[in-house]
């Protein structure tokens, strides 16, 4: 069955820089295209960045524009989002979901989501 | 303020009919995008509960049912359960925005 599994969460200082991953299972990861989600306490969903099935194109939301990058390995089936000058408003469950049917199509698999607090 | 409308919250007793509403603009759903559902418990992941506009997945109940006319959208829930509870989010793609665009949910509460 499709899994999911972010890891890489935790609590940084405004500033600093954190990795997420994603580990994928189930299903042909390099045929999917990946997003990363976000939630912040208390809060609504909102999306954050997407890259390719191949990794030669990616997209970020104007909020992590210049600070966050996504990126995937297929031959270890995973993504990643690496997060620079990290803010406090950038403290969030951090989901990764898999987008299905073409663009720009829907989310039909999430992970279970990592927390990441930014705070001093 | 999300670029998709939802009311904050609904409410319903057991056994009763509840509709979501997500209203959006010529960007969006006015544009032709399509529109999806999604259902989170607290605590946990949000769940795909109806995809391009209409069709249920594998394993959600024909209790929940949505429709798409123009910039508008809706989902309703029909024979309310305790098991219903939660937050619901409407999705879409916005392109003045060039970005995916969630409503900004609406708190299930069965009486």
């Known amino acids: 069955q499709v899994q999911l599994v972010e890891s890489g969460g935790g609590v940084v200082q405004p500033g600093r820089s954190l990795r997420l991953s994603c580990a994928a299972s189930g299903f042909p990861f390099s045929s999917y295209p990946m997003h990363w989600v976000r939630q912040a306490p208390g809060k609504g969903l909102e999306w954050v960045a997407v890259?390719?099935?191949?990794?030669?194109?990616?997209y970020n939301a104007a909020a992590v524009k210049g600070r966050f990058s996504v990126s995937r390995d297929n031959s270890k089936n995973s993504l990643y989002l690496q997060m620079n000058s990290l803010r406090p408003e950038d403290t969030a469950v951090y989901f990764c979901?898999?987008?299905?049917?073409?663009?720009?199509?829907?989310?039909?698999?999430w992970g279970q989501g990592t927390l990441v607090i930014v705070s001093s | 303020q999300s670029v998709l409308t939802q009311p904050p919250s609904v409410s319903g007793a057991p056994g009763q009919r509840v509709t979501i509403s997500c209203t959006g603009s010529s960007s969006n759903l006015g544009a032709g995008y399509n529109v999806h559902w999604y259902q989170q418990v607290p605590g946990t992941a949000p769940k795909l509960l109806i995809y391009l506009n209409t069709n249920r997945p594998p394993g959600i109940p024909d209790r929940f049912s949505a429709s798409k006319s123009g910039a508008s959208a809706s989902l309703a829930i029909t024979g309310l359960q305790a098991e219903d509870e939660g937050d619901y989010y409407c999705q879409s793609y916005d392109t003045r925005l060039n970005v995916y665009v969630f409503g900004a949910g609406t708190k299930v509460t069965v009486l």
């Open positions: 890259i390719s099935y191949d990794g030669s194109d990616d």
């Open positions: 979901a898999r987008r299905f049917w073409q663009h720009p199509g829907y989310f039909d698999y």
